[in-house]
């Protein structure tokens, strides 16, 4: 099997990369890596989709370095079957314009259920795998790149700050005690109402001075008294375990509550008494004709 890529990445970042059993894994698309350290880094399941199958194998990959040339091996039996399979995969890097070109060569051998399927079938699949790989290589040399050209630059600002103080570049170096602008002192504002001269002389004059502060720190202050919490207290006494809408509405209660008038029992008592002795005074009248008639 033989196939080229172009990556548009130096080939030195490149190699640093497929080099590196630690960055290889996290480019290797289906790649499941084992949870135990001590099996290496290279080791676990590995996906490929064949046709239209998809076959898990359970193996691990070593990375050679041989003559300026890379050389990954590896094998694996099926998770899920009797196959296996065993790869010698060879990458060579050519810098190119703007770039680099990279070979792959290798030798397949399989049985299994790998074995049944067509030469196109893993010819295809093989390209495909080969193109994820590269393409994840690529990023991740970009950006080991990038954060190295990061901390080169910070390191150099560093050593330019320390240089020269002001930040110029004129070829004067700057005496070391010398302070920045932001170091400066920052005068107080003239609408500070402690900055006058006179302000400052009247509180520092006594009792018998002649200053214009005259009086004015031995004058005393005066506060307000504080009011009687006795009114507060009695009004939260008063709410506890009532509601708001009974707060609201109910009539004030204690030294607030308003005092009933007293109520006139004597006219009820004698209306009370009238009404039988009226019908008392009525039956006898009643009684005493009817007797006196029958006399006659």
Not at 73 to 94: D, H, I, N, P, Y
Not at 102 to 114: N, V
């Amino acid at each position: 099997m033989e196939h080229e890529v172009f990556v548009p990445v130096p080939a030195e970042a490149l190699r640093a990369t497929l080099a590196d059993p630690a960055r290889v894994v996290r480019c290797v698309p289906g790649l499941q890596r084992d949870a135990d350290a001590a099996a290496g880094p290279l080791t676990g399941r590995l996906k490929v989709r064949v046709g239209g199958n998809t076959i898990t194998y359970r193996g691990a990959l070593r990375v050679i370095e041989r003559d300026g040339a890379i050389t990954y091996e590896g094998e694996g039996t099926e998770a899920r079957g009797k196959g296996s399979a065993e790869l010698s995969l060879t990458v060579v890097l050519t810098p190119v314009a703007e770039g680099t070109s990279l070979s792959f060569t290798g030798a397949l051998t399989a049985t299994g259920r790998l074995a049944e399927a067509t030469d196109e079938a893993r010819s295809t699949a093989g390209a495909k795998l080969l193109d994820k790989f590269v393409e994840a290589v690529a990023a991740l040399a970009e950006e080991q790149s990038g954060d190295a050209a990061d901390t080169g630059a910070e390191t150099g600002d560093d050593s330019d700050a320390d240089s020269d103080d002001d930040g110029v570049d004129d070829g004067v170096e700057e005496p070391s005690g010398r302070g920045s602008a932001s170091d400066a002192p920052v005068p107080p504002s003239s609408l500070d109402p402690f900055l006058g001269e006179d302000f400052g002389e009247g509180l520092g004059d006594g009792p018998g001075g002649d200053g214009p502060g005259e009086g004015l720190v031995d004058a005393p202050i005066e506060f307000p008294a504080p009011q009687p919490a006795a009114e507060a207290a009695h009004a939260r006494r008063t709410m506890i375990g009532r509601s708001a809408e009974e707060v609201d509405h109910a009539p004030p209660r204690g030294r607030y509550a308003p005092v009933p008038a007293p109520e006139t029992s004597s006219a009820g008592a004698t209306l009370r008494w009238i009404a039988p002795a009226a019908a008392l005074a009525l039956a006898s009248a009643v009684v005493v004709g009817r007797a006196l008639r029958r006399r006659r």
